[in-house]
């Protein structure tokens, strides 16, 4: 993660402090600390056939051309189930229903300058409508199962993209 060199208010350079047992950024003109919060986004993996779930392959950078789950940020006033639905509509035509969202994991995501927290999503594809084709993020989308993705873990945006999508295959096979 990239270093912060000057304060987003007053743009004068930052110093590190130690504040709350942690060390944090500090601007001595503004006076006050520069807090560098978690960036939330949340995506859902649609199981089918009880042993697939729907993935993209990124289109934009970080990791263009890796797949992970449909996913995205979400916006300010946004519920996390709302943004899932919203994301994967617009990455993958699909359309599902927050009614039939179930979290399946909270992941930390890589990201060069960001600290990413992803809510995971699970549905059963009979409860989406829709045609799969790739959207305004995704250069494809299509259904995998844990051992293709594991076969081509080098494709995968992380591998914890492979066990929270073992997860919801388990849940989503529960629920059914």
């Known amino acids: 993660m990239k270093n912060l060199n000057y304060c987003w ?11 709350e047992g942690r060390e944090r950024y500090y601007c001595g003109r503004c006076k006050k600390f520069v807090y560098r919060n978690a960036v939330p986004v949340a995506g859902v993996f ?11 392959k990124r289109r934009g950078e970080p990791h263009k051309g890796k797949w992970s789950y449909p996913a995205g940020y979400l916006e300010y006033d946004e519920k996390p189930e709302t943004g899932a639905v919203r994301e994967l509509e617009e990455e ?36 989406t409508t829709g045609e799969v084709k790739p959207g305004d993020d995704a250069e494809d989308a299509k259904f995998w199962t844990i ?6 873990v080098a494709e995968m945006e992380s591998e914890k993209i492979i066990g929270a999508a073992r997860k919801a295959i388990r849940l989503v096979g529960r629920l059914s």
């Open 9 to 19: 208010r007053c743009g004068d350079s930052l110093e590190k402090k130690m504040d």
């Open 46 to 56: 649609v199981v089918k056939d009880e042993n697939k779930v729907l993935l993209i």
């Open 92 to 127: 993958t035509g699909v359309k599902a229903s927050e009614q039939y969202l179930e979290l399946v994991a909270t992941l930390q995501l890589e990201h060069p300058d960001k600290y990413i927290v992803g809510n995971a999503y699970a549905t059963n594809h009979e409860y």
């Open 147 to 152: 051992e293709e993705m594991k076969e081509n």
